[in-house]
């Protein structure tokens, strides 16, 4: 049976006096994959922030995991919390190999210390590399990858874990089409399967949302502007009104295509 993986009520973020995020309500099931849309500087990462429990609202309640941001230890949290961002792989130490990347995760931590790893992590790790196409990369330097390959060790990371709920910061961006195409593909299976957790990805482009995806939100100046099954919250109509331009939106096979009217 679905759970509630994420219940924000009234959620707001005011930063240096602006106000980033305003009265968001949303609810996110352990069923639901979600893709998250709006123009640049709509607070699609502010909103990811909160539901990896990184940052606080400045108002309303934020419930992660059914539990209540402020009112929990986040440190107890955000293992069953999978989140793969640029940021995120910025952190990684670029001469880490491609294994000690994803099995680090095991133990919350970036770059491989003195931690002790159980056969039963490595095996893990090995099978997830796998599942994202990277065990011929295995004992590569994370920093000699492509872009294609970088993006997918971080979310073979985010997963390695087996978490609740999988947050995905564009993790599309500045792909080339072969490698893009390639990423959807592999989100695509991942997000279909029925024992793949929640999960919410940012993107710009809705030719980035995989097969599987159900749920969208349209988020523009902090403000939702639509939320709920994809089919009826990305419309043309709707994404006109998030980006302030008319849009015409065609869908082909389950993958959608956007260009201005
Ligand atoms: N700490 C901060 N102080 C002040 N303003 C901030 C802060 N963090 C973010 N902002 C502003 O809040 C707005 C939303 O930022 P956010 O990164 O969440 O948007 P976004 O939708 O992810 O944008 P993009 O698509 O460009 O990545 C932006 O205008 C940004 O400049």
Redesign the pocket.
């Known amino acids: 049976m679905a759970t509630t993986v994420l219940q924000f009520s009234d959620v707001s ?1 005011v ?2 006096g ?1 106000t ?2 305003d009265g968001v309500d949303w609810t996110v099931d352990s069923d639901q994959r979600w893709v998250v849309l ?12 909160i539901a990896a429990a990184a940052m606080h609202p400045s108002s309303g309640t934020a419930e992660i995991l059914q539990e209540t941001m402020g009112k929990v230890d986040v440190f107890e949290l955000r293992p069953m919390i999978g989140f793969a961002s640029t940021a995120m792989a910025r952190k990684v130490p670029k001469n880490e190999t491609v294994l000690d990347v994803v099995l680090t995760a095991a133990y919350s931590v970036t770059g491989r210390w003195n931690e002790e790893y159980e056969d039963i992590d490595t095996r893990r790790a090995q099978r997830v590399l796998s599942e994202w196409k990277l065990d011929d990369l295995a004992d590569r330097r994370f920093g000699s990858l492509s872009d294609g390959e970088q993006k997918r060790v971080q979310i073979a990371r985010a997963v390695m874990t087996d978490p609740e709920l999988l947050l995905l ?2 993790p599309a961006a500045s792909l080339d089409l072969g490698a893009r195409e390639e990423l959807v593909q592999l989100l695509g299976g991942y997000a279909s399967s029925p024992a793949a957790p929640a999960i919410v990805m ?1 993107t ?1 482009h809705v030719e980035e949302i995989p097969g599987g995806f159900t749920h969208a939100m349209l ?1 523009a100046d ?1 403000k939702v502007v639509q939320a709920g099954p994809l089919d009826e919250t990305l419309t043309g109509e709707h994404l006109s009104r998030a980006f302030g331009m008319g849009i015409t939106l065609e869908e082909r096979d389950g993958r959608f295509f956007a260009r201005a009217e």
């Open positions: 973020v930063r240096d602006n980033i995020l709006g123009p640049n500087g709509a607070g699609k990462t502010t909103l990811l922030q910061d564009e940012v710009h988020l902090g």
